[in-house]
C-alpha cells in the first residue's frame, strides 16, 4: 500500500476553513484516497473519498492534485467538535475489503 | 439503522484470564473487521472476516489471539491468557459486499480492554 505523510499537528480557529495536506507521491493507478477521523476516545468516523476527481459531501471538501500524488482535506467552516486526529489513507481497490493502514495522522486543534 | 455494535465498552481482566470481545455489524453488512489501537498509538489492522471465513489474519498475534464471525450472531475477538500489552482499544468495523468500487468502513465504539 502507498504511504501517506501528514503533517502531526495544526491550529484551526473556529468558524473558519481548515486544510490539511496529504502526501502519497507513490500512490498507484487503482488506489484511492480516503479520510477519517477520530475523536477522543471514539471509533474513527469515515469522512470522504475520492480516485481522482474532487469530491464533496456534508462534512467536507476532498481535492486531488492531477498526478495525485497529494490531495487537501478542507472543512469548510471548523466547530470546536472538528477536533480530532485526521487520517489520510490511501487503499488499493478491492483489495482485502476495507483493510485500512493508519498512519499517524494530524491532529487538529480548533480553537474558539 | 443501528450503527456498529461492539460490547462491553470497557473490560477488565486480570493477568492469565481470558477476553472476549463482540462486536455485531450493521444490519446487511457482511464484512468485519478489527483493529488494535495500542495508548497513543494508530490503529492497527488485525483481522479481516466474512462470514464464517477468516480472509485475511495477517495483523493478528501468532498466539493467544482468535476471530471468527459464526453464520449467525457477533463477530468475536477472543484473547486467551492476557497479558499487560494487551491492554489497549480495540475497534471493529463494518462494511457491506462490495459492488465494484471501494465501500467506507463503518466504526464501532471500541472496547477499551485493560489488564491488571
Known amino acids: 500500500d502507498a504511504k501517506t505523510t501528514q503533517p502531526t499537528s495544526m491550529d484551526c480557529a473556529e468558524g473558519r476553513a481548515a486544510n490539511l495536506p496529504c502526501n502519497h507521491s507513490t500512490i498507484s493507478g487503482n488506489e484511492y484516497v480516503y479520510w477519517y477521523r477520530q475523536i477522543h476516545s471514539q471509533g474513527p468516523q469515515y469522512i470522504i473519498h475520492?480516485?481522482?476527481n474532487n469530491e464533496t459531501n456534508e462534512m467536507a471538501s476532498l481535492i486531488i492534485t492531477e498526478d495525485r500524488k497529494s490531495s487537501t482535506l478542507i472543512l469548510p467552516h471548523a466547530t470546536l467538535r472538528d477536533t480530532a486526529v485526521y487520517y489520510c489513507i490511501v487503499s488499493p481497490l478491492q483489495a482485502a475489503g476495507n483493510k485500512l493502514t493508519f498512519g499517524g495522522g494530524t491532529r487538529v486543534l480548533v480553537k474558539p | 439503522n443501528a450503527g456498529v455494535m461492539q460490547n462491553p465498552r470497557h473490560l477488565v481482566r486480570r493477568r492469565g484470564q481470558e477476553a472476549r470481545l463482540r462486536c455485531s455489524p450493521m444490519?446487511?453488512?457482511?464484512?468485519v473487521y478489527w483493529y488494535r489501537q495500542l495508548p497513543e498509538e494508530g490503529l492497527k489492522f488485525m483481522v479481516y472476516?466474512?462470514?464464517?471465513?477468516?480472509?485475511?489474519e495477517s495483523g493478528m498475534p501468532k498466539e493467544r489471539f482468535s476471530a471468527e464471525f459464526p453464520k449467525e450472531g457477533p463477530s468475536i475477538l477472543r484473547i486467551q491468557q492476557v497479558v499487560r500489552g494487551d491492554s489497549a482499544a480495540y475497534f471493529c468495523a463494518s462494511s457491506p459486499p462490495n459492488q465494484g468500487a471501494n465501500t467506507e468502513a463503518f466504526f464501532g465504539q471500541g472496547t477499551r480492554l485493560t489488564v491488571v
Open positions: 444490519k446487511g453488512h457482511s464484512h
Open positions: 475520492g480516485l481522482k
Open positions: 472476516l466474512q462470514k464464517e471465513n477468516i480472509i485475511d
